[in-house]
Nanobody
Framework: QVQLAESGGGLVQPGGSLRLSCAAS????????MSWYRQAPGKERELVAD????????NYADSVKGRFTISRDNAKNTVYLNMNSLKPEDTAVYYC????????????WGQGTQVTVST
């Protein structure tokens, strides 16, 4: 049974930082491209950052470039999202996503973790 377990969300003041973690189990982690998405109330889910392979290229939404960093540790089956200089508009539920790189119909979502940026 595949599980993606996000953690690290919470309430933070504007300008603050958080580090999200997503621990994967039940899959061969190295075969999956890992991504972070977010969904704010009343908005569609959007891609925040992705990292297809360990040590490989990364991609970011324009709104988070220079502030967020995605990384992964294949030995720990974990992907991270370091978020700095947080803004109120970063408030959303953040989801971890795993996409099999060779079989596109195989993908998994985590349950999400709430990030709230507010005074």
């Amino acid at each position: 049974q595949v599980q993606l377990a996000e953690s690290g969300g919470g309430l933070v003041q504007p300008g603050g930082s958080l580090r999200l973690s997503c621990a994967a189990s039940g899959l061969t982690f190295s075969r999956y491209a890992m991504s972070w998405y977010r969904q704010a109330p009343g908005k569609e889910r959007e891609l925040v950052a992705d990292m297809p392979t360990a040590g490989g290229s990364t991609n970011y939404a324009d709104s988070v470039k220079g502030r967020f960093t995605i990384s992964r540790d294949n030995a720990k089956n974990t992907v991270y999202l370091n978020m700095n200089s947080l803004k109120p508009e970063d408030t959303a539920v953040y989801y971890c996503h795993a996409q099999h790189r060779n079989v596109l119909r195989i993908d998994y979502w985590g349950q999400g973790t709430q990030v709230t940026v507010s005074t």
